[in-house]
């Protein structure tokens, strides 16, 4: 059994290797979400986390924090919105998009992208090891846009049954990023693909047609695409 750490917003589950993970509805209202610590982050406990609804986010020399807010942010494939000044953008196909072809140089410039408002990254070695190990399963993936044979942009996350869990994005040219978003939600969807879990509410995911729904729902959602 997990150890509880009590804090001055509530009690967070303290995690072993071996602990399963608490009950969302355990997860704290503030932070939203915060549910579990754990010393190390392994790839199975990873695959363990998502089907439950939990994903892992921190910060660097931090522990691992695992989280499942509610709401949560996510996209079913058909409800993808494609701008017009988008969508001339990929008619004008001057792009390579590839799938898989250079993985760990896309969680790297995840990893090293500036971001507004955030210092440092969350994306450190122990994040970049983990989904490394979970590509090599065949489990993570990664959507790359090439210009001129350079890496201009692109996405990361994992694929279990009918939902992908997206990670983290990144482009170095204007829009780069959404074409890679776009074509890989288009081809997720040509796969099978049902839900699309985006995690936390941005602007830029709710333009292109993510919507909040209550955790609650979020775990039927995946009770029903996740089989295995």
Known sequence: MAQWIKTEFGS????????????????LIEPNGLIAISKTLEAKKIIEAYKQGIF???????????WSPDPRLILFPEDLIISSSLSKK?????????IDNDFSSIIKHCSEIKRKGQDGTWIDDRIINAYTELHQSKIAHSFEIYVNENLVGGLY???????????????????????????????????GIKMVDCQMKTNHLLSLGA???????????????IKT
Request: proline share 5%; aromatic share 16%; net charge neutral.
């Open 12 to 27: 967070i589950a303290l995690l072993s290797n071996h602990d399963p993970f608490p009950k969302t509805d355990q997860a």
């Open 56 to 66: 892992p986010w921190f910060n660097e020399h931090e522990p691992i924090l695992w």
């Open 90 to 98: 990929i008619r004008k196909n001057n792009y390579r998009f590839l």
């Open 157 to 191: 996350g994992i694929v279990l049954d009918g939902v992908f869990f997206g990670e983290s994005m990144f482009h170095y040219e204007r829009d780069a990023s959404k074409i890679a978003f776009v074509l890989a939600i288009q081809h997720l969807k040509n796969i």
């Open 211 to 225: 919507k909040e729904i209550s955790r609650d729902r979020f775990i039927q959602l995946l009770n029903t695409y």
